[in-house]
Each structure stands twice: as C-alpha cells, then as structure tokens.
C-alpha cells in the first residue's frame, strides 16, 4: 500500500518561511514525478509545483514562482517544498502528490495545513 | 483566474447522466485529467490523458476531449459521486498546470 504524509505546516507569520516535506513509502520515486497541490479553505484545487524524477526540471505557478523552491530525495523517498515570503494568499492545505506511470496526480497524501497570520 | 472553464454546478436524480464540461484553449494538444473530491477527503484521479479510467473507478465515469472542451460523463450517477470534479491540463506555455475552478455535482 503506498502512502504519502506530508509534514511541516503550521502558524506562520507574513514574510515567514515554513519548509514542507513529504514522505512516500511503498512507491519508489525514481518512477514517479511529483508535485505539490494547495487548497485554500473552501476554495478549489490549485497547481503549486512540479519536479522531474531527475530533480533536475522544477516548474512553479505564477502566484508562488521565486518565493517557493521544490526538490526530492530519491535515495529517502521524500519531497520537499522551501516557502518564503509568506503572505496571507499562501494560507492553504497543501497536498503533495505523485504521479503513477502516465497517471497524473494519482497518489495524494492528505496534506498538510500552512496558515499565513499575524 | 483559471484557464480551464467549468461549470459551477450540475444537478441530476440518481440513475441520470451528468456531464460535466472543462474548455481550454490548450485541450486540442494538451490531455485532460479529472479528479474527484469528496468533502474533507483528499482527491481522487477518476479520468487520466484525456479518456483512461483507472482500474479501480467505476465504469459509469468515462470521459472525451474534441478541440478545446473535455467532457466528463457520470451514467447512471449514484449518490455517493456527489462531490467537487476537477478538470486538470497543461497550461498555454506547456511547462506549467492549471486546475478547472471545479463543479459541484449534486445527485438528488
């Protein structure tokens, strides 16, 4: 059975920094790219990040791109996402989520919340 | 704002048909995916490149794409595929993602 739990959220002042990470068991990630996937409280889904198996590809949206930074440990089995410049729109569950063979987004974890407040 | 356009709802009696729509410009090169999100579960892959099923959803849920629309079909809905359905593609650019803003299904 794979799992993925994702840890690190939590209270965190405008302009902070938090780093999320991610933990997968039973998948091994050398097959997988992995993304990150946020939702605001009772908002839709939204794309944060991508990265490549190699680690060496990482794509950003719009809204977090030279705040947020992406990278993986294939040897630990893990993900990871640097948050900086926190601002109160960043407030979110924020899922991590591998892909499976051509299947996009088909493992999730059950997120971990990050809350932007003074 | 979303480059994938959805619905913001859709309603039917269980044992009808709901469809559900997601236009994009990128849809005629890019595929589609749907996903679906039950209230306070993580989302479920239910439809991947554009019309494939994952073995474990049921056969009512299938799928199509022509140009810029994908369509999501749910025959014979059952109460228990109420929830949130996503629509998921690549964006203009290729390199990034982009999430539908989602429809909420009702079977009633």
């Known amino acids: 059975e794979v799992q993925v739990v994702e840890s690190g959220g939590g209270l965190v002042q405008p302009g902070g920094s938090v780093r999320l990470s991610c933990a997968v068991s039973?998948?091994?990630?050398?097959?997988?790219?992995m993304n990150w996937v946020r939702q605001a409280p009772g908002k839709g889904l939204e794309w944060v990040s991508s990265?490549?198996?190699?680690?060496?590809?990482?794509n950003y949206a719009e809204s977090v791109e030279g705040r947020f930074t992406v990278s993986r440990d294939n040897g630990q089995n893990s993900l990871h996402l640097e948050m900086h410049s926190l601002r109160a729109e960043d407030t979110a569950l924020y899922y991590c989520?591998?892909?499976?063979?051509?299947?996009?987004?088909?493992?999730w974890g059950q997120g971990t919340l990050v809350t932007v407040s003074s | 704002s979303s480059e994938l356009t959805q619905p913001p709802s859709v309603s039917v009696s269980p044992g009808q048909t709901a469809r559900i729509t997601c236009s994009g410009d990128?849809?005629?090169?890019?595929?589609a995916y749907w996903y679906q999100q039950k209230s306070g579960q993580a989302p479920v892959l239910v439809i991947y490149?554009?019309?494939k099923r994952p073995s474990e959803i049921p056969e009512r849920f299938s799928a199509s794409s022509s140009g810029t629309m994908a369509t999501l079909t749910i025959n014979g809905a059952q109460v228990e595929d109420e929830g949130d359905y996503y629509c998921?593609?690549?964006?203009?650019?290729?390199?990034?993602?982009?999430f539908g803003a989602g429809t909420k299904v009702t079977v009633l």
């Open positions: 989520v591998a892909d499976f063979e051509t299947m996009v987004n088909y493992y």
């Open positions: 039973g998948l091994t990630l050398i097959n997988s790219e």
């Open positions: 990265i490549s198996i190699s680690g060496r590809t990482a």
């Open positions: 990128a849809l005629p090169k890019k595929n």
């Open positions: 490149e554009d019309f």
């Open positions: 998921y593609s690549r964006d203009k650019r290729g390199d990034r993602w982009v």
